[in-house]
């Protein structure tokens, strides 16, 4: 485990603040961070594609000027049918991913284990390319070379540019397919309400619209966990990139609509 806090470390570097990254390097950190944080980005990119898909598909259907039933059954498809997708495809590619650096892992160890002294040679000459001397990198590397399995995760990294992951295949996807669910009915809850409460009916595209934009800018302004970059300009591209595809979807529905009655 780090022996620092690495959230409190970003956020002083963020804030400029040297103080605070003395601290963050002196105070252990929460065990339950690196826990919680290991499925953010599942979870932020899961929402954002479950919100933004859905409420594309109720802006192309309110362009088109369909009935809230229409709404409400490709609304739900979508959610069920591209969250499966999503999900499938996260634990695909994390299995994946994982497998292949497992693979060249044991690969490594077999080198080190069958010609240390070409494995030895290739670090050292890796160092010299960041700018060590010859003997300082053979220093380092001598002195790695006394841990077989420090070694290969060195190796893993400074040679492959891979980075083990302690990420489960099966938990990227279920927590993809459940953020995609839950933020991807926010477009759907006004049209939902509407069939209990007809009078809202005229306004439920105008109330998706509202929740949909909050939650956007709240999800771009959390997705700054990950980018590292400024909540508000964050949130504020993410309602601009959505609002622009959502713009397009009803454009075609409205295109589509006239074409449908020969206008």
Same mark, same amino acid.
């Given at each position: 485990?780090?022996?620092?806090?690495?959230?409190?470390?970003?956020?002083?570097?963020?804030?400029?603040?040297?103080?605070?990254?003395?601290?963050?390097?002196?105070?252990?950190?929460?065990?339950?961070?690196?826990?919680?944080?290991?499925? #953010?980005?599942?979870?932020?990119?899961?929402?954002?594609?479950? #919100?933004?898909?859905?409420?594309?598909?109720?802006?192309?259907?309110?362009?088109?000027?369909?009935?809230? *039933?229409?709404?409400?059954?490709?609304?739900?498809?979508?959610?069920?049918?591209?969250?499966?997708?999503?999900?499938?495809?996260?634990?695909?590619?994390?299995?994946?991913?994982?497998?292949?650096?497992?693979?060249?892992?044991?690969?490594?160890?077999?080198?080190?284990?069958?010609?240390?002294?070409?494995?030895?040679?290739?670090? @050292?000459?890796?160092?010299?390319?960041?700018?060590?001397?010859?003997?300082?990198?053979?220093?380092?590397?001598?002195?790695?070379?006394?841990?077989?399995?420090?070694?290969?995760? #060195?190796?893993?990294?400074?040679?492959?540019?891979?980075?083990?992951?302690?990420?489960?295949?099966?938990?990227?996807?279920?927590?993809?397919?459940?953020?995609?669910?839950?933020? *991807?009915?926010?477009?759907?809850?006004?049209?939902?309400?509407?069939?209990?409460?007809?009078?809202?009916?005229?306004?439920?595209?105008?109330?998706?619209?509202?929740?949909?934009?909050?939650?956007?800018?709240?999800? *771009?302004? #959390?997705?700054?966990?990950?980018?590292?970059?400024?909540?508000?300009?964050?949130?504020?591209?993410?309602?601009?990139?959505?609002?622009?595809?959502?713009?397009?979807?009803?454009? @075609?529905?409205?295109?589509?609509?006239?074409?449908?009655?020969?206008?």
């Amino acid at each position: 485990m780090l022996t620092r806090d690495l959230q409190a470390a970003k956020q002083a570097y963020a804030a400029g603040d040297p103080v605070g990254s003395r601290q963050a390097h002196e105070d252990p950190p929460e065990e339950h961070q690196t826990g919680q944080g290991r499925y #953010i980005k599942s979870s932020v990119y899961g929402g954002l594609d479950g #919100i933004i898909t859905t409420f594309a598909v109720v802006a192309g259907v309110a362009g088109a000027s369909l009935s809230a *039933g229409v709404v409400l059954i490709l609304g739900f498809a979508n959610l069920i049918a591209d969250g499966l997708s999503m999900a499938i495809g996260d634990y695909l590619s994390t299995k994946a991913e994982n497998e292949y650096a497992a693979a060249e892992r044991e690969r490594e160890l077999w080198e080190i284990d069958h010609y240390p002294e070409g494995e030895k040679r290739e670090l @050292v000459e890796l160092y010299v390319a960041k700018g060590m001397t010859e003997a300082d990198a053979q220093v380092v590397v001598d002195g790695i070379a006394r841990h077989r399995r420090a070694w290969a995760d #060195i190796m893993m990294v400074e040679e492959l540019g891979i980075l083990q992951s302690a990420e489960s295949p099966l938990a990227n996807a279920a927590v993809t397919f459940a953020s995609f669910c839950v933020f *991807g009915f926010v477009p759907l809850v006004a049209h939902v309400a509407s069939f209990a409460l007809p009078a809202l009916r005229p306004y439920a595209f105008a109330a998706s619209c509202g929740m949909t934009a909050t939650t956007l800018f709240a999800l *771009g302004a #959390i997705k700054v966990r990950i980018t590292g970059r400024p909540w508000l300009r964050s949130g504020l591209e993410m309602l601009l990139v959505s609002g622009l595809a959502a713009a397009a979807a009803y454009g @075609v529905g409205f295109v589509l609509a006239g074409l449908g009655t020969g206008g």
